[in-house]
């Protein structure tokens, strides 16, 4: 599986970005989908994962409230809605896929490139 993740930028506080994650190949094999996000100096974290039928969805504690993760399957796109934006949660975004449902990085065998996202204060 080939993922293309996009939309990450620069933005102020308060303010929103939707991620797009873009999946080809063999997509048949990744039942689930999900968000991790790398800040500097820190290891890669958990934001949300959502399986191809849209359910289940399970959230880090972090992004509730703030973040919804959904998917179009027609398209191979899942999205990350972010809302409400902070200085905290700059970081490279990065998709994955795997067959398997978890929070984990080894859960996921599939990674795109990642994409940059800086929220000024």
């Known amino acids: 599986v080939q993922l293309q993740a996009s939309g990450g930028g620069l933005v102020q506080a308060g303010d929103s970005l939707r991620l797009s994650c873009a999946a080809s190949?063999?997509?048949?094999?990744?039942?689930?989908m999900g968000w991790f996000r790398q800040a500097p100096g820190k290891e890669r974290e958990f934001v949300a994962t959502?399986?191809?039928?849209?359910?289940?969805?399970h959230y880090a504690d972090f992004p509730k409230g703030r973040f919804t993760i959904s998917i179009d399957d027609a398209k191979n796109t899942v999205y990350l809605q972010m809302d409400s934006l902070k200085p905290e949660d700059t970081a490279v975004y990065y998709c994955?896929?795997?067959?398997?449902?978890?929070?984990?990085?080894?859960?996921?065998?599939?990674w795109g490139q990642g994409t940059l996202v800086t929220v000024s204060s």
């Open positions: 190949g063999r997509t048949f094999t990744s039942y689930y």
């Open positions: 959502i399986n191809r039928s849209g359910r289940p969805i």
């Open positions: 994955a896929a795997g067959s398997y449902f978890g929070s984990r990085p080894h859960d996921y065998s599939s």
